[in-house]
């Protein structure tokens, strides 16, 4: 029973692992495109934005590049944490599943 806790906790991990930084590099890519395009944009290093609140009123806002690229990597690194965990999920089941078959077999 060891052997196969062992066996589900090595492939777990491999899967997390594999999974979060696999996400994390595409995403790195992505934000890199992302940043350059807004310091093209900026303007003395500040990006205007804007929107429209719940009530409908519109605001006008800015942020610098420096804020937009600390932002852009919070949420790839939550991002990669979730894909992460649902890779070791995942690959958990699968081998769970397949070490099931095996000792039925």
């Known amino acids: 029973m060891a052997g196969i806790g062992k066996c589900m906790a090595l492939v777990s991990t491999a899967g997390f692992l594999a999974g979060s930084g696999i996400s994390y590099y595409t995403q790195n890519k992505a934000n890199k495109i992302i940043v350059s395009q807004a310091s093209a944009h900026a303007k ?14 519109l605001w006008d806002g800015q942020m610098t590049v420096d804020q937009l690229k600390k932002d852009l990597n919070k949420k790839s690194l939550a991002a990669s944490g979730i894909i992460g965990l649902t890779s070791a999920l995942g ?7 397949t070490l099931l078959i095996k000792a039925k077999l």
């Open 91 to 97: 690959t958990a089941a699968i081998s769970g599943l």
């Open 44 to 57: 003395d290093g500040v990006i205007p934005i804007g929107g429209k609140t719940k009530d409908g009123a």
